[in-house]
């Protein structure tokens, strides 16, 4: 019974540090896509109140309207950058770079 109890026990917890590390690597994601964007005066990133650690799969920054003639008739004003656990610092430095040739 207790070699049953942790087999199960080793089950749920494999997973759990895969989502642990996977919230991890979000919000690395996120503090260095604010740290790269965030000194850009047409680019408004995303507020982060208080104490809050969000996790977004999803980081939504705005720019002034005129910057990307291209993409506005795509997308208004709300670019989706790429962010998650599979990309790496260079992936997201290469991200902020381009967006900020744009702009």
């Known amino acids: 019974m207790e070699v049953a109890f942790l087999r199960l026990a080793k089950a749920h917890a494999e997973p759990k540090k895969q989502l642990d590390a996977t919230y991890a690597r979000l919000a690395e994601s996120r503090i260095y896509l604010h740290a790269g964007l965030d000194a850009a005066r047409e680019i408004t990133v995303p507020v982060v109140p208080g104490r809050a650690d969000p996790v ?13 003639p291209q993409p ?27 967006l900020r040739e744009f702009v």
Do not use: D, I
Not at 57 to 64: D, E
Not at 73 to 98: D, F
């Open 56 to 68: 977004w799969q999803l980081f939504a920054a705005r720019f002034s309207l005129g910057s990307f």
């Open 72 to 98: 506005e008739k795509v997308a208004v004003s709300a670019p989706s950058l790429p962010v998650g656990p599979h990309l790496t610092v260079l992936e997201l430095s290469h991200t902020t770079a381009r």
